[in-house]
């Protein structure tokens, strides 16, 4: 019995000695749930438990809508950096800060206050 997230993690519930736990395979670990009687080998945990364990699992993902944040975040900061190296790529090739600034849509001097320093 487990549970896999749509960003790839895998939760089950855990037998303790005298309960359950959550476990997940990032390394998430829920609180323990007593239960009388104490797990056996092979048993599944009672539905109410593994229900509420598998709540708690879910609780520690991170939301689709943040994810999508961070992705995007992600993406933007490569393409940053991304533009620096061709903007270094351009200077190297003696390209002028007006045409780097064209190539861009942006003024002359814009271009150089924006990469001027990351051109070193
Ligand atoms: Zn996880």
Same mark, same amino acid.
């Given at each position: 019995?487990?549970?896999?997230?749509?960003?790839?993690?895998?939760?089950?519930?855990?037998?303790?000695?005298?309960?359950?736990?959550?476990?997940?395979?990032?390394?998430?670990?829920?609180?323990?749930?007593?239960?009388?009687?104490?797990?056996? @080998?092979?048993?599944? $945990?009672?539905?109410?438990? !593994?229900?509420? =364990?598998?709540? +708690?699992? #879910?609780?520690?993902?991170?939301?689709?809508?943040?994810?999508?944040?961070?992705?995007?975040?992600?993406?933007?900061?490569?393409?940053?950096?991304?533009?620096?190296?061709?903007?270094?790529?351009?200077?190297?090739? @003696?390209?002028?800060? $007006?045409?780097?600034?064209? !190539?861009?849509? =942006?003024?002359? +001097?814009? #271009?150089?206050?924006?990469?001027?320093?990351?051109?070193?």
């Amino acid at each position: 019995m487990g549970w896999l997230s749509d960003d790839g993690h895998e939760g089950w519930a855990d037998p303790l000695p005298g309960g359950w736990r959550g476990r997940c395979d990032c390394g998430w670990v829920g609180p323990s749930h007593p239960t009388y009687p104490a797990p056996k @080998d092979g048993d599944d $945990a009672p539905d109410a438990v !593994a229900a509420a =364990i598998r709540e +708690q699992w #879910a609780g520690h993902l991170t939301p689709a809508t943040l994810r999508a944040v961070q992705e995007a975040a992600a993406a933007a900061k490569a393409a940053t950096e991304r533009l620096e190296e061709a903007v270094r790529a351009a200077r190297a090739d @003696d390209r002028s800060w $007006a045409d780097i600034g064209a !190539a861009v849509g =942006i003024t002359r +001097q814009t #271009a150089h206050e924006r990469w001027a320093k990351a051109c070193g």
